[in-house]
């Protein structure tokens, strides 16, 4: 677990910096730590982030209906 600042959390995800600021001030973003001004992710939360985010594809949909 390593604790990483705004802008490499960006990168990690794969995502602007600007969409993970406006996440952390509307909710839906990834749980955050605020240490005086700065504000650090773990790359644990993150990634638990990531994966309760996850979407199925087209084609994975498609397979979902087929088998109800």
Known sequence: MAN????????????????LDKLRCKGG????????????YSTDDLDAWL?????AGNDNRKQERAAA
């Open 29 to 40: 973003g990834p749980v955050f730590i605020r240490l005086g001004r700065s504000v650090v």
């Open 4 to 19: 990483i600042r705004v802008r490499q959390a960006a990168e990690y995800c794969g995502l602007s910096k600007s969409l």
């Open 51 to 55: 994966s309760a985010n996850r979407e």
